[in-house]
């Protein structure tokens, strides 16, 4: 299944409206469960931050995160980095449309070849590591481009069936992907060889978020892979899903999770 033609479908739809970009933002963060496990975790992390703190969205897309901590953080300067020029032309419009230009913005590029140094005080990456093969060339440039005491926030899917891949054999649900999720050891393990210490990674889509996930993005995906027609449906079916993906969304955030199919990780650079 793929993702991208879709993401497109929906930017192209968004793209000359302010409003309907931030429609869509908010409906982001109320469906996507991982949108409510990285507000969870940047909650508890501003207070660590000054209030003129320099942060790296890598992996921008839409823009939803940048947006949400632009408005949340007024003296944070964030840069959004996305290899899709698409997306980055279109999250400068808007960001330039909203006023926030001069402490947001956008920039196309590859994230193996990111080449700054003690540059961000926060790393936010948001279902980007699945996508790239050389993970660990990119774990280094976020180590290298990470001020003394910054913090990176990952969001990825685990090997406990992440990406919709439970036995050997299966096929991931995202096409897009080059590896079907990461085990706790292993994302640790590339962490610390790449410098970061403080590691901390915690299940996410647990039970009840993972049938979430089946009704609120598996399914009306697969329905608008199949025809661009479903477009005209699904906010009916929106309407009808919403109150029970919020709350299955709620009790996945509360709850610790033995196992999950999604990792939410922290690490720190820490000061010499």
Known sequence: MKYDPVKKSLGRFIRNSSFLRKVFYLSLDLLLLRAWHVRKVLGKTESYLDGEASVLDAGSGFGQYAWRMSRRNKGWKITGIDIDPEHVSDCNSFFSRSGLSERVSFRSADLTELDEDSCYDLILTVDVMEHIRDDNIVFGNFFRSMKPGGIIIISTPSDRGGSDVRCEGDESFV?????????????????????FRDIRALYTYGTPGNISWKISMKYPVILLNFSRLFFIILPFYYLIILPFAFLLNALDVTLIHKTGTGLIVTARKLTD
């Open 175 to 195: 096409g897009e992907h080059v590896r079907n999720g990461y085990g706790i050891d292993e994302i640790t393990a590339k962490l610390e060889n790449s410098g």
